[in-house]
Structures are given as C-alpha cells and as structure tokens.
C-alpha cells in the first residue's frame, strides 16, 4: 500500500538528548512537511522539503533539524535546545507545483519529556 | 496574511441530525479552501477542497462545505450524523505566497447516540 510511515508511535526524551523522529514515504512525492501539533493551536509547520537536499523553515523551526537526502526520507531531529517538545509530530508529503494539492498525512508520533 | 477561524471548539450532535463545522476565513484574492479530519492518535485525512467552481463542494464520507464569498465562510456540514464521525476537524487556507497550507485550531465533533 502507498503511503506515509511515521516511527515510532511513542518517544520519551530525556533532559538533553536529541532524539529523531522517522519519516519514510512510498507516494513518489517530490514535497514532505513535518507539522507539530498541540491541543488548542492545530497544526504548526516545523520544516518542509520540496526538493532533495533543500529544506526552508517553517513557522517554528528553532530546536528542531531536519535532512532531505532521499526523496522517500525525512527525518526530523528535535534537539536539546527545544525546551518544550512534548507534542504529536505529523509528517506529510504532497505533489510539488499543483495549487491545489492535498497533503497526505502519516499517523503521527507522540513525543514525550522524561 | 491568509488565515482561517474556527471559532467553536467543539460541537455536539445527536446522531441522526444535520451538523455544521464553522470556517471563516482570512485572504487576499482568491482562497484555496479545505477540510480534513482527524480520527484519535492518527493523521490528518483530505475531506474535500473549494478550488473555483460551483459553490457546493462534495467530499469523502457524505460530508459537503458551502463557499461564501460574501460571508468569508467555508461551513463543513452533513445531513445526517453518524456516531463514527465523531473527531477533530481542520480548517485550512493555502497562502499564496509560501504555498504552505493554514491550518485552523481544530474543532471537536462529538456525536451522540
């Protein structure tokens, strides 16, 4: 089946460590997004990829990196210097260069402080 | 800047009867309107999309959003609840000029039966 895979489901991270988070996507889509979520404010873009090997910020993208070096791939990394990381991850992709094109999203990760 | 309002954050139904999920939004020019959904603990799913065209816009699941140009809305409404539609529901506006899709804050639905 063609889709978006997120792993893994559930994260803990302790005080200063980096811990990445897995996005791998079987659609042949050039775009990819990683999306935050928090109750009570939606969705906020982290980083997004149209391109391998290129990526822009997003609306809050202190304390988080990312790579693009496959097209199927990207990982997002959130850093010791996110101070407050618990949150659901979404990761999305979508067809570069159509207006009006859908995102389609992976299951998400929940990430969660020790 | 585009940008999208829900302002309830969640709605009740009775199965059976017809629901609205209110969007109003923010853009100069013409908007890119759409709605997803959210089941618990999973992604976002497409539900439809307002591009041009016809004021009526059909979606997955019986699920349809009326365009209101002069109201700035972009209602999700059903005719008949169904218990399984009970989730969280996204507003979202593509900004012209990063392309990037606006998400709302989300609303609730909770239907009961």
């Known amino acids: 089946d063609g889709g978006i895979t997120q792993s893994p489901k559930y994260l803990f991270r302790k005080e200063g460590q980096n811990v990445t988070l897995s996005c791998e996507q079987n659609?042949?889509?050039?775009?990819m997004y990683w999306y935050r979520q928090d109750p009570g404010q939606g969705l906020r873009l982290i980083y997004y990829?149209?391109?391998?090997?290129?990526?822009q910020k997003g609306d809050i993208a202190e304390g988080y990196s990312v790579s693009r070096e496959k097209k199927e791939s990207f990982p997002l990394t959130v850093t010791s210097a996110q101070k407050n990381p618990t949150a659901f991850y979404l990761c999305?992709?979508?067809?570069?260069?159509?207006?009006?094109?859908?995102?389609?999203f992976g299951s998400g990760t929940q990430l969660s402080v020790l | 800047a585009q940008s999208v309002a829900q302002p309830e954050d969640q709605v009740n139904v009775a199965e059976g009867n017809p629901l609205t999920v209110k969007c109003t939004y923010s853009?100069?020019?013409?908007?890119?309107l759409f709605w997803y959904v959210q089941y618990p603990n999973r992604g976002l799913q497409f539900l439809l999309k307002?591009?041009?065209?016809?004021?009526l816009v059909k979606g997955s699941y019986g699920f349809e959003a009326e365009f209101n140009k002069s109201q700035t809305s972009f209602h999700l409404k059903k005719p008949s609840a169904l218990v399984s539609d009970s989730a969280l529901y996204f507003c979202?506006?593509?900004?012209?000029?990063?392309?990037?899709?606006?998400f709302g804050t989300g609303t609730r639905l909770q239907v009961f039966p």
């Open positions: 999305a992709s979508s067809i570069v260069g159509s207006t009006n094109e859908k995102l389609f």
């Open positions: 659609l042949n889509h050039d775009a």
């Open positions: 990829s149209q391109i391998v090997n290129d990526f």
């Open positions: 853009v100069s020019g013409n908007p890119y």
């Open positions: 307002y591009i041009t065209g016809d004021n």
């Open positions: 979202a506006v593509r900004d012209y000029n990063t392309d990037k899709l606006i």
